[in-house]
């Protein structure tokens, strides 16, 4: 028998021991580097899975449907930021405390001060990290309702829900490297190993499949949870019959997820109503109703009643607005004189293309249509302006009038406009690191939820503008604090 010489035992036992090295660190290595898996590919998704990727993880990113976006991608009126880039060229002086007072008065007796300040003083980074790092255009501002200075921001194209979360798809999808996307997967549960949230389980393909590392909850909320047994029958049962403005996807799928290991779910009697739907005339009675974006009324847009009289401040909060509409004498429409529709000139040509929103040339010609008396219309313009000049005072304590005049003779934008449950404040419990916390207030390892799934931000009232916000803002909490303790 020939033995192997002292040389080649040597050689073949360094070979062996750089080969079990080089798998050990490569192992370590794959298990040292965070993995996140997010639910949901709307704003805070997306927002979520970006901030994990800039801090070293890799991520999974699951969605129930066939393309991403949820409602992010419908977001017509803008997104909030005080002390903004944008703001400063237009000469608007604005602060986090400014808009934290704003957000706390509108959220009354459920504010929770810590998640408010969270969302108010991330508010202006977090827009400067959508310009600088996916190059969305937010250059206008606008003052929408409850808000004391104007902060809500859009870009001059499209839709501002559509442009921003295009761009973080896109860049998501160029991040294949190290971000999988998968879609038509349904989070049906969590995994736990010993305490911590370790994974998910979805429905693909009429399969199970398991995917592992922390989890960011972006699910969206329960505004089209209209099941028998759902959310807004366990809770607001009396706004079971009116319409909504939300994808069919809002059934609060991560809120049963967390609930399910112990996470708390806290307002969930708090829905919003937005005041104004538009009323489709081909078809009054669809369940699902498209958004007048609150930026027609920041714009100048007047509502009237049926006899053509005003009855509240537009630019008041959507609640009220909401409970005035509701106390008025329908069909309650939205006029805009040209000034205003040129300030939202895409959004106008959408409306009119999809059959939602009809120009008439004079108000004469809106009277014989609707009904309304000339003179009614003539009052309520003479009035309007007399309130805009400051010669009286709104009755309804308007005090914001842009694009006030109203005329006879010029042309008129006119819609009809009815109430939709639009937005849930409720949802799932978390600090202010977008931890989700149990009933005892403790944080569940390895949990976390941002976007509209989480509640308690707004308290009793969502100011236009912020839901967008919190979901960048909560998104990239989420993703971060995801990371650090995988
Ligand atoms: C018409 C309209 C206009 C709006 N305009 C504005 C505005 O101008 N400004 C503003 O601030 N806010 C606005 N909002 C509110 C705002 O758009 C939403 O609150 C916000 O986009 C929610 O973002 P999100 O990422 O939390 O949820 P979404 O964008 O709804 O995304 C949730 C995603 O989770 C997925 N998902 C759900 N369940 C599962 C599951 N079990 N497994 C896998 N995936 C799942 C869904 O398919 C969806 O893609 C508007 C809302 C609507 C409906």
Not at 161 to 166: E, N, Y
Not at 273 to 284: A, C, E, L, N, S
Not at 431 to 451: K, M, S, T
Not at 461 to 475: H, I, K, P, Y
Request: proline letters at 4%; aromatic letters at 6%; charged letters at 20%.
């Amino acid at each position: 028998m020939r033995l192997a010489s002292p040389s080649f035992l040597l050689k073949s036992i360094s070979i062996a021991a750089i080969s079990y090295l080089a798998v050990r660190y490569a192992r370590q290595a794959v298990m040292s580097t965070p993995r996140t898996i997010v639910v949901g590919g709307g704003l805070a998704g997306l927002s979520a899975a970006h901030t994990a990727l800039e801090n070293g993880a890799t991520v999974v990113l699951l969605d129930k449907k066939p393309s991403l976006g949820g409602n992010s991608v419908k977001a017509s009126s803008g997104i909030n930021g005080a002390g903004t880039s944008a703001q400063k060229k237009h000469g608007i002086v604005d602060t986090p405390e400014a808009f934290y007072k704003d957000s706390a008065a509108s959220a009354r007796d459920l504010a929770r001060p810590h998640l408010i300040k969270a969302l108010t003083d991330h508010s202006a980074p977090t827009l400067q990290w959508l310009v600088d790092v996916f190059g969305v255009d937010l250059s206008l501002v606008a003052r929408l309702g409850g808000h004391s200075i104007p902060r809500t921001h859009r870009g001059k194209g499209g839709a501002p829900g559509w442009a921003m979360t295009s761009a973080l798809v896109k860049a998501l999808e160029a991040r294949s490297d190290r971000a999988q996307i998968i879609k038509d997967a349904r989070v049906v549960s969590l995994v736990r190993d010993a305490g911590r949230v370790t994974g998910v389980e979805y429905e693909v393909e009429g399969e199970r499949r398991t995917e592992l590392g922390a989890v960011v909850i972006a699910t969206g909320g329960y505004a089209a949870d209209y099941a028998t047994g759902g959310f807004l029958s366990q809770h607001r049962g009396d706004l079971m019959t009116l319409p909504t403005t939300n994808g069919d996807h809002a059934t609060g799928d991560g809120h049963r997820l967390a609930a399910s290991l112990g996470g708390a779910l806290c307002d969930m009697d708090q829905v919003q109503v937005h005041p104004t739907g538009f009323v489709d005339p081909k078809d009054p009675d669809a369940k699902t109703k498209f958004l007048a974006a609150e930026a027609l009324r920041g714009v100048g847009g007047l509502l009237v009643d049926r006899n053509g009289a005003r009855f509240v401040d537009e630019l008041e909060r959507r609640d009220t607005v909401t409970a005035a509409m509701q106390a008025a004498e329908a069909p309650i429409r939205l006029l805009l004189n040209p000034q205003a529709a040129a300030a939202l000139e895409a959004h106008c040509k959408f409306y009119m293309a999809k059959g939602l929103m009809k120009r008439y040339e004079n108000a004469a010609t809106v009277a014989e249509e609707t009904g309304i008396p000339l003179s009614a219309l003539e009052a309520t313009f003479t009035a309007h302006q007399a309130y805009a000049d400051g010669r009286e005072k709104d009755p309804f304590g308007k005090t914001n009038f842009d694009n006030a005049t109203y005329t006879l003779d010029e042309p008129l934008l006119v819609a009809q406009m009815t109430p939709v449950v639009h937005y849930t404040m409720g949802g799932i419990t978390v600090d202010e690191q977008a931890r989700v916390l149990d009933e005892a207030g403790g944080p569940i390892p390895g949990l976390f939820a941002a976007g509209e799934a989480i509640g308690g931000v707004h308290g009793r009232n969502r100011l236009g503008g912020s839901s967008l916000l919190e979901a960048v803002v909560f998104g990239r909490i989420a993703g971060k604090s995801s990371t650090s303790t995988v």
